[in-house]
């Protein structure tokens, strides 16, 4: 006996995204308190271990890493059932071996270069009312997001205009549109009068 814990066992599952290039893959365990979006192999280089090694496999596009799950965007010349088992496989090996997901200080990174690119927050006079969008937004609509395998980001109010950004499942999906304007826009004119459209950006 060495004095380690048995740990229980990994389970792995997958679900359906509203993106058909996207699949999620749910776990058992906590990999990363908050949202990781990895669209290409550099900053997945520099930041998840576990992203870059999914990267180095040809038909991986994207990787998101939020709290228990893995959404993976494959490249549009494979099938998911070509490809599923083995990133199944790959994922749960990776956890059981207790390799690293997200590094610390990830999340910090992430701010300190938005705040390098200068990224406009809000208008003049419109920080208390950015302020309510952001939180409508990550009570009403981030938990229904997460559930697709996605996630969704107040990214500034300017001048009547909603700029959030979409993650995960939701980046490229083309459904995403369609809850952009018929759900998120709707509900937010109907919260907050000042609005007058939501548009998006890839994240």
């Known amino acids: 006996m060495d004095g380690t814990i048995a740990k229980s066992p990994v389970m792995?599952?997958?679900e359906q995204t509203p993106n058909p290039e996207s699949l999620k893959f749910v776990t058992n365990r906590m990999l990363h308190k908050g949202t990781a979006d990895f669209k290409e192999a550099e900053l997945a280089s520099e930041w998840s271990p576990i992203a870059s090694a999914l990267f180095?496999?040809?038909y991986v596009k994207g990787v998101y890493v939020c709290n228990n799950f893995v959404t993976i965007t494959k490249e549009f010349n494979y099938e998911w059932e070509d490809i599923?088992?083995?990133?199944?496989?790959?994922?749960?090996?990776?956890?059981?071996?207790?390799?690293?997901?997200?590094?610390?200080?990830?999340?910090?990174?992430?701010?300190?270069?938005e705040v390098e690119r200068g990224t406009v927050q809000h208008g003049e006079g419109e920080g208390e009312l950015a302020a309510h969008i952001k939180d409508l937004i990550d009570t009403y609509?981030?938990?229904?997001?997460?559930?697709?395998?996605?996630?969704?980001?107040f990214k500034s109010f300017y001048d009547g205009i909603v700029t959030v950004v979409l993650q995960g499942s939701c980046s490229g999906c083309p459904s995403s549109t369609i809850t952009?304007?018929?759900g998120i826009e709707g509900m937010l004119k109907r919260m907050v009068p000042q609005v007058k459209?939501?548009?998006s950006e890839m994240g």
Do not use: C, H, S, W
């Open 12 to 14: 792995l599952y997958t």
């Open 197 to 199: 459209e939501v548009v």
């Open 180 to 182: 952009l304007k018929a």
């Open 56 to 58: 180095d496999l040809p």
């Open 84 to 113: 599923m088992l083995k990133l199944k496989d790959f994922i749960k090996q990776y956890i059981e071996q207790g390799g690293e997901i997200v590094k610390e200080g990830f999340a910090e990174a992430m701010i300190q270069r």
């Open 141 to 153: 609509v981030k938990p229904a997001v997460e559930m697709d395998g996605g996630n969704i980001e």
